[in-house]
């Protein structure tokens, strides 16, 4: 292997958000072997970065599920926009079933509801932490938007009046899931856009070449490297291309049976620092 390619939530990051020690002795024992690092990841950069800054991890960021990708020195080397016909479908079919969502664009993150989402996250937490005070529980909610800072708007019809602004991920929410599944159906069949997900309760809309997978593959080959020679690990739908695309795809303990069957290798859970296992695995094998 000669790099190695980590999703972010449920994968790199423990249950707080935090990449422990474990997992950064393990990519810090890797870079030392001559590998390269690099995160794939639906956050925005900013929100990307923070985490592997206070891990003391400088690399690559693939961002909003490939649509943008930076260098380890926040060199912008790909972008992919939606088209915004294609965004304007979305948004059509999203706000008819009464779905929160988010832009994210060139401008940063957009939305109408602070409000909204904020009860959609109490709902979601309330039903993890049964044990866990509404005090609690609304302080971890409102970390939301400091990790991912969002611009109010009071329609998204505004956002296709300003000039320049390019639309590189939506991201909508439903506690429904029978909502989730009518819009996917609805704009499955739309040109030019991936439908994915990074949880149960979302969908994320990218241009087509916007994935993981293939943002990977660019990065991989500026590299001059080949893509049999890369380990992707995740643990959600919107790592799917990548798992597949890579020549290691690993899945994490804590992903579903269905991606854990994409990939020829399973790891631990991202609680139980499976990123660290996942490449101290990989080492014994290409030593061996």
């Not at 950064?24 to 639906?42: E, L, N, S, Y």
């Not at 990548?242 to 609680?271: F, P, Q, W």
Request: proline share 2%.
């Amino acid at each position: 292997m000669k790099l190695i390619a980590s999703d972010l939530d449920g994968t790199l990051l423990d249950e707080e958000g935090v990449v422990s020690e474990e997992n950064i002795a393990a990519i810090q024992k890797a870079v030392a072997h001559g590998i390269r690092f690099v995160v794939a990841t639906g956050r925005s950069y900013d929100a990307a970065n923070t985490p592997l800054k206070q891990a003391g991890i400088t690399c690559p960021i693939i961002s909003l599920n490939g649509a943008v990708a930076y260098t380890e020195d926040k060199q912008l080397i790909r972008t992919v926009p939606m088209d915004k016909s294609v965004a304007m479908q979305v948004l059509e079919v999203c706000r008819e079933a009464d779905m929160y969502l988010e832009f994210f664009t060139t401008n940063g993150i957009y939305s109408v509801s602070k409000k909204y989402f904020l009860e959609v996250l109490v709902d979601i937490m309330k039903s993890a932490n049964p044990n866990a005070s509404e005090t609690e529980i609304r302080e971890k909610a409102e970390l939301r938007f400091q990790a991912e800072p969002v611009q109010f708007i009071a329609d998204y019809d505004e956002l296709f009046a300003i000039e320049n602004l390019e639309i590189y991920k939506i991201l909508a929410f439903s506690l429904d899931k029978e909502k989730l599944a009518s819009a996917r159906a609805q704009l499955s069949g739309v040109a030019g856009m991936a439908i994915t997900s990074s949880g149960d309760i979302n969908l994320e809309f990218n241009h087509r070449d916007a994935q993981k997978g293939i943002a990977l593959k660019h990065l991989a080959e500026s590299m001059g490297i080949d893509m049999v020679d890369v380990m992707a690990m995740g643990d959600n739908w919107n790592d799917e291309s990548m798992l597949r695309s890579a020549g290691r795809g690993v899945a994490m303990g804590n992903a579903s049976d269905e991606i854990k069957a994409l990939c020829s290798y399973t790891t631990k859970a991202n609680y139980d620092h499976g990123v660290a296992f996942a490449i101290e695995e990989m080492l014994r094998t290409i030593n061996a």
